[in-house]
Every structure is written in structure tokens, then in C-alpha cells.
């Protein structure tokens, strides 16, 4: 019997009887998948190049998310990030391979690319965290150039910011470019910038069944200075355990660490639960152990089985994600309304409306 076979029957003998797989379950994925956030469809492109060329998981991973951080229209995500109230753009990051390996940099300034940090924390260092100004100092030890990343137009909304000085949360699903901010559904932004935060986290499963995952991020939006939040912070943002798969997060970042949103995604789902329900099982918990008004708040969760199967789940309606896998492959995932489908370069990728626990 293959060892994914297994264990994936070993987990549902152990699972509790009500845990039956769903009838409308896909079926394990045949080729390499890629997973992101949001609508990061040039991210999963460029982790698809890697994988189709029978690459490695990290690498792809690696890869994928620099095209956001490359990227000074993403407000979010290194370059062109929004910086904090003191006007410092801080960027928080963390990878992990399919060993159960690990590092992260949080509070990072000044470096294009923190996730390759994080890689070099994980391969160079005993360590799994570096923060602020050691993390930085060991990123230029490590042969990374500096860069001012406060673009004009990020320092322009930072002082419009300052004109009003409202500490608040960002707004959810400010990362949706698309959506009507004054009038629509979704609420609107109450600073008037309607990009305060935006997360990449890519899971992945290349050719040879290695998963690994990234996440990287600036964070909120003006935020408090040191603020660190759920991104580089294993189990929170990110998680990996090849025995069971990955999962990621974005949105308000207090409310993943709180409940090791990540980690507990993989534990569901080594507890049995397919990869749509373990993600719906754990926003539940989150809304459950809420503090703050639910209608304040935005938890986005993705997760990928170790056998190619997906799911995604959020808190709001609005959170998307964007799936590649081989042309011709099933959809690995259940749930969720496709909004776009794209065929090129041997792969398809689904841009799909996660559903939602308040929608
Ligand atoms: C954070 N989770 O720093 C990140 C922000 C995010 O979509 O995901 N935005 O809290």
C-alpha cells in the first residue's frame, strides 16, 4: 500500500464514525498543486514554473511569493508596502519544507525579498525566529542588499493616515482591488485607504509529494510599531506537517494566533477531516472565541492535504483563492464558487470565492 494511502486510511479509522468523506470529495490530485491567497494568480505562475519542470516544493513556494514582495502596487507585501504609524515598513515572513523544517523573520526592514531570509534562518541557523534589527543585520550578513521599500505613493497614504490618526483595525477583505468600497456589500474603509492589508500564503505539493508553504506579509496598515503578526509565526500563519498537509492564513492576524489557526487545520485534518472541512471547522472555532464583533473581522484560511486535496474557508464572504494544478487534473477542491478559470502553460488555475461562515 502506498504510505499516503496509509496513512490517509489510518487517519479515518481513527477519526470519530460521524467524520464520513464527503460524497462530493475530489479525488487526490495526480501532479503538483499550488494554493494561494487571495487573487495571487502571477504568484502561483511563477511556483507553477518551478514545479512543472518536476521542482522542488520550497523552491517553488520561494519563488512564487517574490512576486509580491517585487511588487510596489501590492500595498501589502514587501515593496511598496503600507509602513507602520512611525512610517517604517516592517515585514513579517515564514517558510516551511516538508521536514517539519522551519524559520521566520518578523519586523524585518529594509530587505526586498524576507522570505528568503526566513529560508536562510531555516538552512543557515540553529534558530527558527529572528526579529527587528538582528534579523535585519543577518540578512545583510547573508549578502541581501538594502532598499528603501516606503514607495511614494505608501508614504502618501501614510501621511494622509496621520492627518486623521485613527488606530483601528483594517477593514476586512481590503485586499479585494475589485470590490465597491463606498456603496457595496462590504463594509467601507473607515481611513478612507482601502488596502490596509493584503497576506500571500502559498501552500504547495510538488511532483514528488515534498509540501511546503509561505507566507509572507507588511502587515496591517499603520500599524503599531513592533506589531507582529500572524505570518511569521509557526502554526499561526503557517503550517506543514507532510504526515497530514498545510495550511495558511490571512486576515486579523490577533485572532490566528490565538487559535494556532494553522496548526490546528493540519490537526483536523490528521484527525481525519477533509481539507474543506477542517479549514470550516476551524473558522468556527475562531468566530467561537472571538472577542471583538465578528463583523469586524476577516479570518481566511486555506488548506491542502497531503494527497493533493483542498479547501478554503473564511470568516466574511469576499476571501478568495487561487488554485493551479496539471491541465486535465480534477479540481482538488469541493467547495467554493469559481470565478475564473485559466488554462496556460500546462497548468489550470481556479480563482475560486471561498464560502463563508457569515455569509
Ligand atoms: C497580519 N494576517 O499581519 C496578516 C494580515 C493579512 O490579509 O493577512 N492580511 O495580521
Given amino acids: ?9 489510518t487517519a479515518l479509522a481513527g477519526a470519530a464514525v460521524s467524520l ?12 503538483p498543486v499550488v494554493v494561494s491567497t487571495w487573487d495571487n494568480a502571477a504568484a502561483n505562475a511563477a511556483a507553477w514554473a518551478v514545479l512543472q519542470s518536476g521542482g522542488y516544493a520550497l523552491d517553488a513556494v520561494e519563488q512564487g511569493v517574490w512576486i509580491p514582495e517585487a511588487d510596489p502596487n501590492d500595498t501589502s507585501v514587501g515593496l511598496g508596502g503600507l509602513p507602520d504609524r512611525d512610517g517604517k515598513v516592517t515585514l513579517d515572513a515564514c517558510i516551511m519544507d516538508e521536514r517539519g523544517g522551519c524559520g521566520s523573520v518578523a519586523a ?18 540553529p534558530h527558527v525566529l529572528l526579529v527587528g534589527e538582528g534579523a535585519r543585520q543577518f540578512a545583510l550578513d547573508q549578502g541581501f542588499e538594502p532598499v528603501n521599500l516606503l514607495t511614494p505613493a505608501a508614504e502618501a497614504a501614510w501621511q494622509r493616515w ?3 490618526n485613527r488606530y483601528e483595525p483594517p477593514v476586512p477583505n481590503s485586499e479585494r482591488r475589485d470590490l465597491p ?15 490596509q ?15 511546503a508553504g509561505a507566507c509572507t506579509t507588511s502587515g496591517w496598515g499603520f500599524k503599531m510599531r513592533g506589531r507582529v503578526g500572524d505570518s511569521p509565526i509557526v502554526g499561526a500563519g503557517l503550517f506543514v506537517d507532510s504526515e497530514a498537509g498545510a495550511a495558511t492564513a490571512t486576515g486579523h492576524g490577533e485572532e490566528m494566533i490565538r487559535t494556532a489557526a494553522s496548526h490546528s487545520v493540519v490537526e483536523a485534518m490528521r484527525h481525519g477531516l477533509s481539507p474543506q472541512d477542517a479549514v470550516r471547522t476551524v473558522v468556527e472555532r475562531i468566530r467561537r472565541k472571538m472577542l471583538a464583533d ?36 480534477a479540481r482538488p477542491f469541493e467547495a467554493g464558487h469559481v470565478v475564473r478559470e485559466v488554462t496556460a502553460n500546462g497548468s489550470t488555475t481556479y480563482l475560486v470565492d471561498a464560502p463563508a461562515l457569515l455569509g
Avoid: C, W
Fill in 1 to 9: 500500500m502506498r504510505r499516503r494511502t496509509f496513512l490517509h486510511q
Fill in 20 to 31: 464520513r468523506p464527503s460524497a462530493l470529495a475530489p479525488q487526490p490530485a495526480s501532479g
Fill in 108 to 125: 524585518l526592514e529594509d530587505i526586498l525579498h524576507p522570505i528568503s531570509v526566513a529560508r536562510r534562518v531555516m538552512e543557515q541557523t
Fill in 162 to 164: 496621520k492627518a486623521q
Fill in 181 to 195: 468600497r463606498r456603496n457595496g456589500p462590504y463594509p467601507s474603509d473607515p481611513f478612507g485607504f482601502e488596502d
Fill in 197 to 211: 492589508h493584503d497576506t500571500i500564503g502559498m501552500i504547495a505539493n510538488d511532483a514528488s509529494g515534498h509540501l
Fill in 294 to 329: 465578528p463583523s469586524t473581522r476577516q479570518a481566511g484560511l486555506l488548506a491542502l492535504s497531503s494527497d493533493g486535496r483542498v479547501g478554503g474557508f473564511a470568516l466574511q464572504p469576499g476571501f478568495r483563492y487561487v488554485v493551479t494544478v496539471p491541465v486535465g487534473a
